[in-house]
T-cell receptor, first 114, second 114 residues
Framework: GENVEQHPSTLSVQEGDSAVIKCTYSDSASNYFPWYKQELGKGPQLIIDIRSNVGEKKDQRIAVTLNKTAKHFSLHITETQPEDSAVYFCAARSLGTSYDKVIFGPGTSLSVIP | DAGVTQSPTHLIKTRGQHVTLRCSPISGHKSVSWYQQVLGQGPQFIFQYYEKEERGRGNFPDRFSARQFPNYSSELNVNALLLGDSALYLC?????????????FGPGTRLTVL
């Protein structure tokens, strides 16, 4: 069935270092891959997304890469700051269906140590 | 502008009871999706409603039902509550359904079943 795996489950980095979170998906029909940041007491917030016709996308300190053949995608955060501390979720979705069923990974708890 | 709002914030019920959770989407958004987020896991898709019609349903039992009103607000109902229904219930709104458009999440309703 549809499944998204995510590693690591917890990640601790020093402020200024980079953080990398990796995900794999199982559904070959998936063609849209959003990443969400969830802070304590809040709902997930979209931080960046990528479509399957693109291999890489960057937005300031955040970048995502996609290997569609291997069904892998990754989030890279550079120059981490304490406010980057949160739980990050990767997700996969098939655009073109009649509804927006998003399959989420189990999450990565990122701690940035000042 | 107000984001997605959900009520109540917290709720405590006992097994066998019924619960109704409410969601108001961002003004102008016609689609509402519901997700269940068990502690330590990623959100799981329950329903999506668009223009007051159910567009999609996840793998949840018939005890879960929902509806969308003419003003696009939505209710999620859960009957015969089980301990395993304890979770954060998230509502997400978007302008359309089935195409590339961002889903905005509310802060969630924390349901505890005793």
């Amino acid at each position: 069935g549809e499944n998204v795996e995510q590693h690591p489950s917890t990640l601790s980095v020093q402020e200024g270092d980079s953080a990398v979170i990796k995900c794999t998906y199982s559904d070959s029909a998936s063609n849209y891959f959003p990443w969400y940041k969830q802070e304590l007491g809040k709902g997930p917030q979209l931080i960046i997304d990528i479509r399957s016709n693109v291999g890489e996308k960057k937005d300031q300190r955040i970048a995502v890469t996609l290997n569609k053949t291997a069904k892998h995608f990754s989030l890279h955060i550079t120059e981490t700051q304490p406010e980057d501390s949160a739980v990050y979720f990767c997700a996969a979705r098939s655009l073109g269906t009649s509804y927006d069923k998003v399959i989420f990974g189990p999450g990565t708890s990122l701690s940035v140590i000042p | 502008d107000a984001g997605v709002t959900q009520s109540p914030t917290h709720l405590i019920k006992t097994r066998g009871q019924h619960v109704t959770l409410r969601c108001s989407p961002i003004s102008g958004h016609k689609s509402v999706s519901w997700y269940q987020q068990v502690l330590g896991q990623g959100p799981q898709f329950i329903f999506q409603y668009y223009e007051k019609e159910e567009r999609g349903r996840g793998n949840f039992p018939d005890r879960f039902s929902a509806r969308q009103f003419p003003n696009y607000s939505s209710e999620l109902n859960v009957n015969a509550l089980l301990l395993g229904d304890s979770a954060l219930y998230l509502c997400a709104s978007s302008y359309l359904a089935g195409v590339y458009n961002e889903q905005f999440f509310g802060p969630g309703t924390r349901l505890t079943v005793l």
